[in-house]
């Protein structure tokens, strides 16, 4: 997707590209998903190394991320629960990736672009149109 | 049979309730300013929406069900005090809701408060009061045939709410549209481009449409005797600055006289007042000439005084 040799990726700042270079990252992991599924559901015996592979990269990718927010001890939603991001918390997503909890691990980053704002396009906001005082306070009047 | 209530026991349509909830919560829980605006041509009932919205907000209606009201006749807004008819009445009056503990006041025929006199006294008056009048807790009801004529800096500081255009009435109902303070702006904007200003209703999607009903026969009645008298009183006051009748304070600067002095002229040459308004004389161009060949009469004797 991002062509480095291309003069608009050089005049583009870096947190742009790697940003595109992620959400790249995460596609890969989402069609060898694919892949892996339509494999699985044909009852046939299906392997996911492609699929532990891109989470693995995912991960180094946002890695230097991830330790940024475990200084700052951001809070992050997991399993419908809110936690703060610690060291042995990513350790243990660290450890799901090479077992049989890689589809955990997958979720913990997803779930963390989302936090950060990269897959995030649900933002805007819905209100009720027929109340004038919701418009007034929407349209910040 | 004329109807005057609808099926849910209001005199308008249900989703203007949720507005006006609304707009109560914000001035007397939220304690915000809070305005509305009723705007029409002339004749197509702004009043009586007025006085249908304000008996709501006095808590004129009860909510039995979700859907049903029910009238409660001693809590119906008294014209008398809560029905504003011009500038000076309505600073009156707005001091009188708040020591009474009134929630509402109409300011009806707010067409002296326009913005082609921006820079007149009373327009600083009345501005003045727009911005203060959140101390008071009263949500003021502003009727008036185009708003376009108030003063702009009044939208922009955020005081009306609510804009309720009425668009049509026939002798059953009349028909409104609402439009938030956020559509006011748009509606603004497009007149500025429009021959025809009030197409710009038409260009720009309301909030909600509704109908609403007359006044019952008794209630009609008492609203038009205030209304009438008042609309008497302007014209009687515009009947006077056309003939070009002057009082005594006229007379005093157009002669470069005491007032006192004016009065005594008066009553030594018996000068009859031509009208007689509101405990005031009013004279015509001819009371005029006779002062001032009086005090040429008495520039002359000093003068001879003096050789």
């Known amino acids: 997707m991002v062509d480095f040799n291309s003069e608009g990726t050089v005049t583009t700042a870096p947190a742009d590209v790697l940003k595109i270079l992620i959400l790249e990252k995460r596609e890969y992991v989402m069609e060898a998903l694919n892949n892996y599924n339509v494999v699985k559901f044909r009852n046939m015996n299906a392997k996911n190394n492609y699929i532990k592979a891109g989470i693995l990269t995912l991960w180094f990718e946002l890695k230097a991320m991830l330790l940024n927010s475990v200084t700052k001890r951001e809070k992050m939603s997991i399993d419908n629960r809110e936690e703060v991001l610690t060291k042995e918390l990513l350790d243990s997503v660290y450890k799901k990736i090479d077992s049989d909890k890689w589809s955990e691990a997958f979720e913990f980053l997803n779930s963390y672009l989302y936090m950060k704002g990269l897959t995030k396009v649900d933002t805007r906001s819905h209100y009720d149109k027929s109340r004038v005082s919701a418009i007034n306070r929407q349209k910040g009047l | 049979m004329k109807r005057f209530y609808y099926d849910t026991g209001l005199p308008f349509s249900l989703s203007l309730k949720i507005d006006l909830d609304d707009l109560k919560q914000r001035t007397l829980i939220e304690n915000k300013a809070s305005m509305l605006i009723i705007d029409g041509l002339i004749g197509l009932g702004k009043t009586t929406l007025a006085s249908h919205c304000a008996d709501y907000l006095n808590g004129g209606y009860e909510q039995v069900t979700k859907r049903k009201f029910k009238v409660i006749k001693e809590k119906l807004i008294d014209l008398q ?182 009065s005594k002229a008066m009553n030594k040459l018996h000068i009859p007042a031509k009208k007689v308004w509101k405990n005031r004389k009013y004279f015509d161009d001819n009371a005029l000439e006779v002062l001032s060949e009086e005090i040429d009469k008495q520039v002359k004797q000093e003068g001879g005084k003096g050789e």
């Open chain 2, 81 to 262: 005090k809560q029905l504003a008819l011009g500038g000076n009445d309505f600073a009156k009056k707005l001091r009188i809701c708040h020591e009474e503990g009134f929630v509402v006041l109409i300011y009806d025929e707010a067409g002296d408060f326009n913005s082609r006199g921006a820079l007149t006294k009373f327009n600083a008056m009345v501005n003045r009061v727009f911005e203060v009048f959140r101390a008071f807790k009263v949500i003021v009801i502003l009727c008036l045939p185009s708003f376009t004529s108030l003063d702009k800096s009044l939208i922009t500081k955020g005081v009306p709410r609510l804009l309720i255009h009425i668009t049509d009435r026939n002798q059953d109902y009349g028909d409104y549209k609402v439009y938030s303070l956020w559509h006011i702006h748009y509606l603004l904007d497009k007149m500025k481009k429009l021959v025809v200003k009030t197409d710009s209703f038409r260009l720009t999607q309301p909030v909600k449409r509704g109908h609403f009903l007359d006044l019952p026969n008794e209630r009609a009645k008492e609203l038009d005797e205030i209304s009438t008298k008042s609309k008497l009183e302007t014209l009687e006051d515009v009947e006077i600055k056309i003939d070009g009748l002057f009082c005594y304070n006229d007379l005093a600067k157009r002669l470069g006289r005491s007032i006192s002095w004016i």
